[in-house]
């Protein structure tokens, strides 16, 4: 059993650095302050970290493996300001959100950019977000603070148990080097009935994506996300969504053209026809059901 060790100081945000050099335009936007050191450090560190049951690990070392192995950080320096996936994904992602989130939760978007997927119409209590690239964030018109962290040096979020009621990380999936803990600290955040929203797509950063990700299929990937989920002890059975621009098999599966020409074509974006859509849900504890 592998548990979530404490944070030795709570308080301390490792993106404290980004306060101090951050200069953007006017914005009714923040980034996420820096909890006080106060008399009552202690609470706040039970509040921040509480173990959290890992079953078991689902990638063997070699698995964890990038190809470029130097910090995401130094390859998020710059900002990209262009989009990951086509518009299709992004729709199909919007509507997801729209119907499994509600105006009165507090959402984190990890691992955000400069789009954000929810609706436009819907206005939420507040959304955080998390990524690698300041001025990406602050550019991203939905987020109300953000911070900057690399999850793959550090897997702790400097956020309360049970802060939140919606986590969403959008076409990043594959860059993490530590799933389970990463997992372990989104069920940790959020509330009883919250929902974790995983969405991918067959783009990628391939020098930054991890070995199991890289030589992985379609069906292999979407594995791997639902053994994320099973690995945490306490999240609901993973549900898996697909809309594929493939051609469907005798089962009723999808056939993936895996040639080394169609992964090439498909990690430039060069593919034609649209991106397909995959997203793997689960919730905390339990599925809340709404009238």
Wanted: aromatic share 12%; with cysteine; glycine share 4%.
């Amino acid at each position: 059993m592998l548990t979530i060790p404490q944070n030795p100081n709570p308080c301390q945000f490792p993106y404290q650095t980004t306060l101090k050099s951050t200069r953007f335009p006017s914005r009714k936007k923040t980034i996420l302050p820096i909890i006080s050191n106060t008399k009552n450090d202690e609470d706040n560190q039970k509040n921040q970290s509480s173990p959290v049951r890992i079953k078991r690990l689902v990638l063997p070392q070699q698995g964890r493996a990038k190809l470029d192995p130097n910090p995401d950080r130094e390859f998020y320096a710059y900002p990209r300001f262009v989009a990951h996936v086509d518009d299709k994904f992004i729709s199909t992602l919007t509507n997801l959100c729209r119907e499994r989130l509600r105006p009165e939760m507090e959402i984190l978007d990890l691992m955000s950019s400069w789009i954000s997927h929810l609706p436009k119409e819907v206005k939420y209590k507040k959304v955080v977000g998390h990524g690698l690239n300041a001025q990406e964030l602050s550019k991203n018109p939905r987020l109300d603070y953000f911070f900057v962290k690399d999850l793959n040096q550090d897997q702790e979020l400097a956020l309360e148990n049970g802060s939140f009621d919606a986590v969403l990380c959008t076409v990043s999936v594959q860059y993490l080097q530590q799933p389970e803990k990463v997992f372990a600290e989104v069920f940790r955040i959020l509330r009883p009935g919250g929902v974790f929203i995983v969405s991918f797509s067959n783009r990628l950063f391939y020098e930054k994506a991890v070995s199991a990700w890289r030589d992985g299929t379609a069906y292999s990937r979407v594995q791997l996300v639902v053994q994320y989920f099973q690995c945490v002890e306490g999240f609901t059975q993973p549900e898996v969504i697909r809309q594929l621009n493939t051609a469907a098999t005798a089962d009723g599966g999808a056939k993936e053209n895996n040639s080394i020409f169609s992964r090439i074509t498909r990690w430039l974006g060069l593919v034609s026809g649209s991106d397909p859509f995959y997203a793997v849900i689960a919730y905390k504890n339990f599925k809340p059901i709404y009238e």
